[in-house]
Structures are given as C-alpha cells and as structure tokens.
C-alpha cells in the first residue's frame, strides 16, 4: 500500500506544482496612477491590453506610504491635468499664463519619480507629466505657448486640437509610424531638457511632443508623451503601440 501511495503522488505531484506556477503566472499586474479621471480613461485603456490589471491611485495615498505602495507595483503611470508650480522649476509666472497649481498633485508625482530614480520602474507620464518628468530631471518648461512661440496649434476650446507629430527615425520608439495625427490639450511644454532625457517627436513649431530616458539600464521604460494616448482609438499606433510596450515592461 505504501508502496502505490508513493507512485501516486509521484504522478500528481508534477501536475501540482505545475498549476502553482500557472496561479504565480497569471497574477494581476498592479499599476499605480498618480490621479484617477471619473471617467477611468487609463483604466479602460491599460485594460484594452491587460483586461486583469489592477490600480491604485497615489494622490489619494499618505505622502509617507507612496515608496512602500509603489514597491508593490509593477508599473507607474502619471496622468494628465492641471499646469505645473512654475516655482517648482525656478520659473516667475510674471504674464499671469499659468492656470492654478496643484502643489499637493506636484509633491506626490515629484515624488513618485524620486522612486522611479532608485528602482528604474517601468513609467508612462501623459502631457502635463512628460513636463513633470523634464523638471524632475533638471529641465525647465515653456509657460505658455501662445505668447511665447506664437503657436495656437495645441489647444482649442470645447475639446482636444488635432496635428501632426513627426518622430525622428534615428532613435528607437514604441510608436509605429514616424508621422502621425495625435491628439493635444495644453499650453505649455518643454523648454530646456532634463538630464538624460532625449526628444523623440516634435510638432511642426518645434513643440517637443515625446521624451525617454536615454540611460537602457536604470531605467528600462521611462517615457513621456504630450498627447493623450488614453482618449484616441485604441488600434491608433500613437496609442496602441506605447501602451504595449510599457506593459511589456511592467510585466517583466
């Protein structure tokens, strides 16, 4: 009896631990967020491609538990909204162009990616926050394109604008085309780059309108974009395309 009861479980054992590591392998990517939109755009977004992920909103978060909560993420996306505190990049809004701060927004993203530079993981930030990723690296923005530049091509009452961006061919990009028409909300952009940082497409003004980080190593994925990937249709190879490869990133 000892015997058969041996042979046995030599023959489920193999099935066992084999359904163990198809559980550990199917578990959920977490994600966190810097500001949850009502509407759940990047939720709906990120799920169009990952339909397990989870997320986890840092804004709503103690300032104190933002390391520990990212360490149990496998990727950062920072989203979205209102401009950034000129102060936080030695800047005087002295023409009054700059909308209403969010400085409790502004000190939680800034510090998410104090993190990101300790753990290199994988990030995403959309508009206002490929601007927040260039002042955490040292860069500097425009205040205001309109009175600036004199280009009204990036924002329009009522809705998104619509351009064109052009990628350069000689840098490798998640994008699959080297021109594309792309979405726009914002007034202000990136003036003097951040350490390490390299622009990847610019509009026809000169607006830098993508960015990552040139360092492979420690930082595997950090990239921003100054369009809304979240609100295009989801096949859009400005949209589709990057969101693949930072959830190939966040999932390896």
């Known amino acids: 009896m000892l015997r058969w009861r041996t042979y046995l479980w030599m023959l489920v054992l193999p099935f066992f631990l084999f359904s163990c590591n198809e559980q550990k392998q199917e578990a959920p990517s977490r994600y966190a967020i810097s500001w949850f939109y009502p509407n759940n755009d990047y939720q709906h977004w990120v799920r169009t491609q990952d339909s397990s992920a989870q997320f986890i909103e840092l804004y709503s978060q103690s300032y104190e538990d933002l390391d520990s909560i990212l360490s149990t993420c496998n990727g950062l996306i920072l989203t979205g909204g209102s401009d950034i505190a000129p102060d936080r990049f030695g800047a005087l809004d002295s023409l009054a162009v700059c909308g209403k ?144 490869s930072f959830i190939k990133a966040a999932q390896k």
């Open 101 to 244: 701060p969010n400085l409790r927004r502004d000190s939680v993203e800034l510090k998410a990616l104090e993190y990101v530079k300790r753990s290199g993981m994988p990030t995403l930030g959309v508009c206002r926050v490929m601007q927040m990723i260039n002042v955490s690296f040292g860069g500097d923005l425009i205040l205001d394109i309109p009175s600036t530049v004199g280009s009204h091509q990036h924002m329009q009452k009522g809705g998104d604008a619509h351009h064109v961006v052009y990628v350069t061919p000689s840098v490798r990009t998640p994008f699959g085309l080297d021109s594309a028409e792309t979405n726009s909300n914002h007034h202000q952009a990136i003036a003097t780059l951040g350490s390490g940082l390299q622009p990847v497409a610019w509009t026809s003004d000169s607006i830098i309108e993508a960015i990552h980080h040139t360092e492979a190593t420690a930082f595997p994925f950090l990239w921003g974009v100054q369009w809304h990937p979240e609100r295009m249709d989801s096949d859009a190879p400005m949209s589709n395309d990057i969101l693949s």
